[in-house]
């Protein structure tokens, strides 16, 4: 499976941006796709998953009421529109995608990794 993410820029504290992410390759529909994101001098963080159906998803407390995670199967396109922004949001942010129905916020459990996109929030 490959992933490409974009969408990423430069957005206000209260502002919102949508991240995409397009995947190729073998059966991308069929697998776990997440959101993590890696802020200068921290570790990669889970932010959100949606399962295969989209009928399951989890978020980090940290975005939790403010980021939606969604996804086409049809378009192999996986989607997180980031609302009500914040700086402490700014980091790189990755699209993964994981193999089986065993859901997980763990990176490790993930084998695939798009590039990232960058995503800085001014105050």
């Known amino acids: 499976v490959q992933l490409q993410a974009f969408g990423g820029g430069l957005v206000q504290a209260g502002g919102s941006l949508r991240l995409t992410c397009a995947a190729s390759?073998?059966?991308?529909?069929?697998?776990?796709m997440g959101w993590f994101r890696q802020a200068p001098g921290k570790e990669r963080e889970f932010v959100a998953y949606i399962s295969w159906s989209g009928g399951s998803t989890a978020y980090a407390d940290s975005v939790k009421g403010r980021f939606t995670i969604s996804r086409d199967n049809a378009k192999n396109t996986l989607y997180l529109q980031m609302n009500s922004v914040k700086p402490e949001d700014t980091a790189v942010y990755y699209c993964?995608?994981?193999?089986?129905?065993?859901?997980?916020?763990?990176?490790?459990?993930?084998?695939?990794w798009g590039q990232g996109t960058q995503v800085t929030v001014s105050s």
């Open positions: 390759g073998r059966t991308p529909s069929t697998y776990t």
């Open positions: 993964a995608a994981k193999a089986g129905t065993v859901l997980s916020t763990s990176r490790w459990a993930y084998q695939h």
